[in-house]
């Protein structure tokens, strides 16, 4: 990763109270490159793409904790 990105993931682990492993983040980077040649936007677009895209991972694994929370929850296994 290039230092922006770096910063943008630093600033939302922060905000978020979240760690990246390195996988994800070279996947998720991996990712947001292919989209960003996919619809012809250059690197400058990048940033702006990874920001957004990493909010949604961090909203998309929200919701399936609770979700995962919830099913336990339901089964018995665990209780708040």
């Given amino acids: 990763m290039n230092d922006e990105l770096d910063e943008i993931v630093d600033a939302a682990e922060h905000k978020y109270g979240v760690i990246f492993c390195g996988a994800e983040l070279r996947q998720l980077?991996?990712?947001v490159v292919?989209?960003?040649?996919?619809?012809g936007k250059g690197e400058d677009y990048l940033p702006i793409?990874?920001?957004c895209e990493l909010k949604?991972?961090?909203?998309a694994d929200l919701i399936?904790?609770?979700?995962f929370a919830n099913r336990l929850k339901k089964e018995?296994?665990?209780v708040e």
């Fill in 64 to 67: 399936n904790a609770v979700g």
């Fill in 29 to 31: 980077v991996a990712d």
């Fill in 49 to 51: 793409l990874f920001r």
């Fill in 34 to 39: 292919a989209k960003c040649e996919h619809i």
């Fill in 56 to 59: 949604n991972k961090i909203n």
């Fill in 76 to 78: 018995g296994v665990c």
